[in-house]
T-cell receptor, first 112, second 116 residues
C-alpha cells in the first residue's frame, strides 16, 4: 500500500529558531494535509493542500505541495514553546477518498 | 462542547476481557474512523464507515470489530483484549459533502487503553 516517510523523527530546537519537516511518498497524492497533536489531545488540522506546487500559510506555518505530488514540507518560523507537539503529514489519493495515509510524525521540542 | 467525544478516556483491563470504546459526534458528518496510535508508528487505520450501512476494514482490523449505531455514533470493540492492543485510540470524522475538503478529518481526544 501507500507509504509515507516523514522526517525528521524528532527535533530539539531553541525558541526563536525556524523548523522544517517533510514527507515523501512512493505514490502520487492529490491532497496533502498537516496535523498537530498536543499532549493528551487528538490531532488538529493545520494546513490542507490541494494542488501541486501550492504554497499555503497559516500564521507562522507554511506548507507546500511538491511539484511531483510525491512530497510536502512544513515550515514553522520563529518557534515558540507552544509549538511543542507531534506533527503529522497525511496524504490522500482521491480528492474525495475520505481515507488518508499518515506519516509516523515529527516530535518537536522547543527549549525556552 | 467538544464536537467529537470519546468514552472512556482511560481504561485498564485484563487479557481476555471484552472492551468497547465509544465515539459520538455532533458535527453532522457522515464518515467516521477508528485509529490506533503507538509511539513512533503514527496513526494506523483500524476501521472506517462512510455511512450507517457501510463498514470497511482498515490496515490493522484483526482483533477488532466496530458498530455504526447511528450517523453520530461509532463504537470499537476488542472481543478478547491482549497486551499488544495497549495503545492510544482515536476516533475521527469527515464530511463527504465538502468536495475537495472531504479528506479533512476531525479527531476526538483519544482513549488510552492498557491491557494487562
Amino acid at each position: 500500500g501507500q507509504q509515507l516517510n516523514q522526517s525528521p523523527q524528532s527535533m530539539f530546537i531553541q525558541e526563536g529558531e525556524d523548523v522544517s519537516m517533510n514527507c515523501t511518498s512512493s505514490s502520487i497524492f492529490n491532497t496533502w494535509l498537516w496535523y498537530k497533536q498536543e499532549p493528551g489531545e487528538g490531532p488538529v488540522l493545520l494546513i490542507a493542500l490541494y494542488k501541486a506546487g501550492e504554497l499555503t500559510s497559516n500564521g507562522r506555518l507554511t506548507a507546500q505541495f511538491g511539484i511531483t505530488r510525491k512530497d510536502s514540507f512544513l515550515n514553522i518560523s520563529a518557534s515558540i514553546p507552544s509549538d511543542v507537539g507531534i506533527y503529522f503529514c497525511a496524504g490522500a489519493f482521491n480528492t474525495n477518498a475520505g481515507k488518508s495515509t499518515f506519516g509516523d510524525g515529527t516530535t518537536l521540542t522547543v527549549k525556552p | 462542547d467538544a464536537d467529537v467525544t470519546q468514552t472512556p478516556r482511560n481504561r485498564i483491563t485484563k487479557t481476555g476481557k471484552r472492551i468497547m470504546l465509544e465515539c459520538s459526534q455532533t458535527k453532522g458528518h457522515d464518515r467516521m474512523y477508528w485509529y490506533r496510535q503507538d509511539p513512533g508508528l503514527g496513526l494506523r487505520l483500524i476501521y472506517y464507515s462512510f455511512d450507517v450501512k457501510d463498514i470497511n476494514k482498515g490496515e490493522i482490523s484483526d482483533g477488532y470489530s466496530v458498530s455504526r449505531q447511528a450517523q453520530a455514533k461509532f463504537s470499537l470493540s476488542l472481543e478478547s483484549a491482549i497486551p499488544n492492543q495497549t495503545a492510544l485510540y482515536f476516533c475521527a470524522t469527515s464530511d463527504s459533502g465538502q468536495g475537495t475538503k472531504s479528506n479533512e478529518q476531525f479527531f476526538g481526544p483519544g482513549t488510552r487503553l492498557t491491557v494487562l
